[in-house]
């Protein structure tokens, strides 16, 4: 089934997926060319885009479906956040130079899924972490052909709760995280749902993670933006210290200066760090 949205806001899906670490592995999700694909919630979907009007292309039309993709990429008019950044001469030239990136996208569909990931990405390089995390969905994830296309989803607590650590240490875990990520599945199976997470406090959210062994201020803070969507910044993030300190500091500043700059960014800050993350990209990487 296809279907088409045209959005009413400058949005340039390209851009969207210019900036994915390893666009052709599954992580889960895939990219190729101008398409984007993985299955949510079981359900396969691939997406097009064309100036401001997106296709869909999957068994079932739904509206979940169309949120999902969405939230995930930040779909959303960025009107009242470009307005905020032309104040910043600073923010008013990465705007222009990403004019169309929307707003601040996630790192996960569920909540469980961005748990995992985080632990992943614990003291290692994100393209390093990306490279593990599709070594876990192309073992343990489900998938399905679709359009001619190998499309992915990624793996449900019991899989990773029943899997082996050397099995797991095999994707490149170390021993700790397989040893994590395996225990924090096994505790979803026994009753814990990630999902409710999103209906509660920021302080519940933190003493709740940090209550997993494996799962530390970063890691919580982390699942808090990137992938419940708060308005938080995990300030010892050496990536955010680099990009914030790249633009507005001659060295690299350290989590407390970090965390009290952000804050006149006020209700953008999540959108602000991760336009700041993007233009820091740009020029490191030369992309």
């Not at 990520?181 to 997470?197: A, C, H, M, R, T």
């Amino acid at each position: 089934m296809k279907w088409k949205i045209k959005l009413n806001f400058p949005f340039k899906w390209q851009l969207k997926l210019k900036f994915s670490i390893l666009p052709n592995q599954p992580t889960p999700c895939i990219i190729k060319g101008n398409k984007w694909m993985r299955m949510l919630n079981g359900i396969p979907v691939i997406v097009e885009g064309k100036d401001n009007l997106l296709y869909f292309y999957s068994p079932k039309k739904t509206k979940e479906i169309e949120n999902l993709v969405f939230k995930y990429h930040g779909i959303k008019n960025p009107k009242n956040l470009y307005d905020f950044m032309e104040k910043d001469s600073i923010l008013r030239k990465i705007k222009r130079e990403l004019h169309g990136f929307g707003r601040a996208g996630l790192m996960s569909i569920s909540v469980y899924e961005g748990i995992i990931k985080a632990i992943v990405q614990q003291q290692i390089s994100l393209k390093i972490a990306n490279h593990i995390i599709s070594n876990i969905v192309k073992k343990y994830g489900m998938k399905t052909k679709y359009m001619n296309e190998l499309v992915y989803d990624f793996p449900l607590p019991h899989k990773l709760a029943s899997a082996k650590i050397e099995e797991l240490r095999k994707c490149g875990l170390s021993y700790r995280k397989a040893e994590y990520i395996k225990n924090f599945s096994q505790e979803v199976l026994n009753g814990f749902d990630p999902e409710k997470l999103r209906n509660k406090k920021p302080e519940e959210i933190f003493n709740e993670l940090t209550s997993f062994k494996g799962i530390g201020k970063w890691t919580a803070e982390l699942v808090m933006a990137a992938s419940i969507g708060l308005n938080i910044i995990p300030t010892d993030d050496l990536g955010v210290r680099k990009a914030i300190s790249y633009f507005y500091f001659d060295e690299l500043q350290p989590p407390t200066v970090i965390k009290e700059f952000v804050k006149k960014f006020g209700k953008y800050k999540r959108d602000i760090v991760v336009y700041l993350l993007m233009a820091y990209r740009l020029r490191k990487f030369n992309m």
